[in-house]
């Protein structure tokens, strides 16, 4: 599959703050996005996913966002905690097709 | 637990060895899919298997290769071993082919070459 481009790579900021981390495809044909948290050393764990009929999903305090348009999606942290330190996974795909993984933000969350 | 399951959970090595990774999908899944993610690196696809079957193949080895049994288990053979290879290797699984429902990790073998 095409490419996946994550943004940030790194990403610090202090504990209750929010955490927002943008993807970017190309293939108009994705119509799933999930989210993988991998803390370290651990493996990666499905946190949240979307589908393309959608623009918004929340669990608590985890939201993604999907603009299918400009082919864009966010996940966004609220009220961060030390535990949400890790690195964090993108992914897009569609039926038939497997999932493409973005390269991943290290998320640090600073007591 | 995932319902993943790898084995050996680490493995050591020395260079010019050969090593045979296991993975045994979740109940129910037929896909399997194999990644390296070397040190602070991200997730490498190398191979996906359906149903016992090779569907796809991404930036794996030459000395590297993977076969997905009756019983759905697979193995991936690592031969010629050089201190490059030293990496977390995941095996993942599926319900399907695609990508629809997403993909389940297992914990992973942390391979050493030395």
Not at chain 1, 8 to 14: D, W
Not at chain 1, 79 to 103: I, K, W
Request: proline content about 4%.
């Amino acid at each position: 599959g095409e490419n996946v481009e994550q943004h940030p790579s790194t990403l610090s900021v202090q504990e209750g703050d929010s955490a927002v981390i943008k993807c970017t495809y190309s293939d108009s044909a994705s119509n799933y996005f999930p989210w993988y948290k991998q803390e370290l050393g651990k493996r990666p764990q499905l946190i949240i996913d979307i589908r393309s009929n959608v623009g918004e999903k929340k669990d608590q305090r985890i939201a993604v966002t999907l603009n299918k348009t400009a082919k864009h999606f966010s996940l966004h942290i609220t009220e961060t905690q030390p535990e949400d330190s890790a690195v964090y996974f993108c992914a897009r795909g569609h039926a038939g097709n497997m999932l493409t993984f973005g390269g991943g933000t290290r998320l640090m969350v600073k007591p | 637990d995932s319902g993943v399951t790898q084995t050996p959970k680490h493995l050591i090595t020395a260079t010019g060895q050969r090593v045979t990774l296991r993975c045994s999908p979740r109940s129910g899944d037929l896909s399997v899919y194999w990644y390296q993610q070397s040190l602070d690196q991200g997730l490498q696809f190398l191979i996906q298997y359906y149903n016992g079957e090779e569907r796809a193949k991404g930036n794996i080895l030459e000395r590297f290769s993977a076969q997905q049994f009756p019983d759905l288990h697979s193995e991936l053979n690592l031969s010629s071993l050089e201190l490059g290879d030293s990496a977390l290797y995941f095996c993942a699984s599926s319900v399907e082919w695609g990508s629809n429902y997403g993909y389940t990790f297992g914990s992973g073998t942390r391979l050493t070459v030395v």
